[in-house]
């Protein structure tokens, strides 16, 4: 049921998209890889430590104290099949470290949410460039380094984040140097090569666009603290901006969401950091419409298009939402305007003009920040929303339910 202000802390859980890759980079060493501050409810942690566990990766989950230890004692397979890759896409990440490790790999081409085709062209093609042989056989990514992968000069013909993390990883057993050029310079790529780093690699120029690796020739364990999940506080700071309240976010860095923070002060938002906390209200500012174009980091991320597209929704006037990363990632529009949103969609581009109030309807998550763009609009419609395929929401966010209705939402989770 709509109408709710929200007041209250919520506390950020560690990134996801920070998780993944460092649960990969387990792969890399024989000794125990140790993570702390892991989102340890969510889907797609659950559904990797599967696609390790194929992989002879024991991962022992410490739900509670949110840790996560993996250790890659004993190879039993280098096959990540099509059953368990199709759930994420992240497990794409397992190819690098298995070839650079173990000189082989077979990794199943993955689905993951369906925001556009997503090939993995990037992440083949690097490898390639290192000595790595690779087919593309029934629906399988076939490869074999016979004499090692060997550093070399890779440029990007665009920005990819996992492309980035696949090869970084690679290139840290790799013989030589690697040098990857317009490589993305997400919080998350720092993050993992700030673990991979402790694990005694040799990275320089992390959070540039050019990160040059000095292969080694053994990765050591480590322990490792996972970063805040910069898209939930970005997440929690529009729905802020949304419901008219005020919330305090409990560890998060207001550094990595600098992009929203221009654009949310311009629609009426206060943002202070305090500490490891993040405060954010609007104080009975109206609520104004504002553009924003998404692009790789440190640019608005694309995976806080559709809530601050969900925020537009009520603004004074109209506000432009622009998408460049992904093909296909307005499938909020139609469920949104099925809750009376006014928005009109060409291209890559979308406006959205304000109107007075959002009904609740029943409406479908379609992927994982559609689905919470969703959560958002339910928080501020009038009267009930149920949204349908929440399983998208249990891949990214965790314990949502129980963190909205700490700070006054009313919402449950029927089934
Ligand atoms: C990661 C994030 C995802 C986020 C995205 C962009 C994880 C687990 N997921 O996804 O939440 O939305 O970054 O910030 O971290 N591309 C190619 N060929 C490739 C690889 C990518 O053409 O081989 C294209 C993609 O289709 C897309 C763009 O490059 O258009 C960026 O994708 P990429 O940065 O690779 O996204 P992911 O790493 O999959």
Known sequence: MGGRKLEG?????????????????????????????MPTTLGD???LSAVLGELGVRTAIHKDEHTVILQAKDKTSCHAPYDLVRKMRASILVLGPLLARHGQAEVSLPGGCAIGTRPVDLHIDG???????????????????????????????????????NLMMAACLADGCTVLSKAA????IVDLGECL??????????????????????LKGTT???????????????????????LQLKNAKLDHVTALVAPLEEAGLIIKQTGTDIIVSREGRPLTG???????????????????????????????????????????????????????????????RGVNSLKGAEVMATDLRASVALVLAALVAEGETTINRIYHLDRGYENIVDKLRACGADIERVK
């Not at 310079?185 to 998350?188: C, D, I, L, V």
């Not at 780093?197 to 053994?218: F, H, Y």
């Not at 009376?340 to 060409?346: E, Q, R």
Request: proline share 6%; aromatic share 4%; with cysteine.
């Open 224 to 246: 490792h603290d996972v970063i805040p999940d910069r898209i939930e506080t970005g997440t929690w700071m529009i729905a802020a901006a949304l419901t008219g309240g005020k």
């Open 185 to 188: 310079q997400e919080p998350e």
């Open 45 to 47: 942690i659950v559904t």
């Open 197 to 218: 780093i402790k694990m005694g690699a040799k990275i320089e120029g992390l959070g540039t666009d050019e990160i040059r690796i000095q292969g080694v020739e053994k």
């Open 290 to 352: 504002t553009d924003i174009m998404t692009k790789p980091y440190p640019g608005f991320p694309t995976d806080l298009q559709a809530q601050f597209m969900t925020m537009l929704t009520l603004c004074m006037g109209a506000g432009m939402v622009t998408e460049t990363i992904f093909e296909n990632r307005f499938m909020h529009v139609p469920e949104l305007c099925r809750m009376g949103a006014n928005i009109t969609v060409h291209n890559g581009s979308a406006i959205i």
């Open 9 to 37: 802390t919520i506390p950020v859980s560690g990134a996801k998209n920070a998780a993944l890759p460092l649960m990969c980079a387990a792969l890399l060493t024989e000794a125990p890889l140790q993570l702390t501050n």
């Open 127 to 165: 490898l390639r460039a290192m000595g790595a042989l690779i087919e593309l056989e029934s629906g399988y990514i076939k490869a074999t380094a016979p004499h090692g992968l060997k550093g070399t000069t890779i440029v990007f013909p665009k920005v990819s984040v996992g492309a980035t993390e």
